[in-house]
């Protein structure tokens, strides 16, 4: 364990607004008390810092961040093991995040390694994301506490690695010629190009 999580442990720091978020998908889907407390659990143990449902500018599901996680609030809309299936698939972020640190997951932005490199870092992170949201939800499943057929899909297998290349590199010119060159400005840049007020 390391001295972050333990100084985390230590003032039971709480996701921001985690009750919140959590009782918006109960008032929609109500929730078995066992759901809720996994579903709790899994988002902490993350060390996601804050967590809300929010309009998006465009019809991304969800993003993840150093500093928390945004989910369209038309997910609400999509079903519940849907919306289980793209929370679990924002928060692997952020143990991705836990794991490498925010310099290593915000290098395709403003690293210096080539477009190459973190197209398919990028890729890679969003199909282990894929992966490791279908074995929770599959967890799920065989723990009971939930009855489900839902097969939870594999979105970036065939995402081509030319498309996230292209979007690696636009990404990179716009930060270049905003000046964006730390964690937080990169955060502030897609917070505010994601989120909607409406």
Do not use: W
Not at 44 to 58: L, M, N, R
Not at 61 to 89: M, Q, S, T
């Amino acid at each position: 364990m390391n001295l972050q999580e333990n100084i985390r442990r230590i003032l039971k720091e709480e996701t921001e607004g985690i009750n919140e978020f959590i009782n918006q998908i109960d008032s929609r889907y109500k929730m078995s008390d066992e759901l809720k407390e996994f579903l709790t659990d899994f988002i902490k143990e993350s060390d996601c810092k804050k967590i809300e449902f929010t309009g998006f500018k465009f019809q991304a599901l969800g993003l993840a961040l150093h500093d928390g996680v945004l989910i369209n609030k038309l997910a609400l809309n999509r079903g519940l093991d849907f919306l289980l299936f793209v929370i679990f698939h924002e928060i692997a972020h952020q143990y991705q995040f836990k794991k490498y640190g925010d310099t290593k997951m915000y290098e395709c932005y403003i690293g210096d390694i080539s477009v190459d490199e973190a197209a398919k870092f990028m890729k890679t992170t969003e199909e282990v994301a894929d992966e490791y949201a279908s074995r929770k939800f599959r967890e799920l499943v065989k723990k009971n506490i939930i009855n489900s057929n839902f097969v939870p899909p594999q979105m970036y297998k065939n995402v081509p690695l030319s498309q996230i290349r292209m979007m690696v590199d636009n990404y990179r010119k716009e930060m270049k010629s905003k000046d964006i060159t730390s964690s937080e400005k990169i955060s502030e840049y897609f917070y505010n190009m994601v989120k909607s007020e409406l």
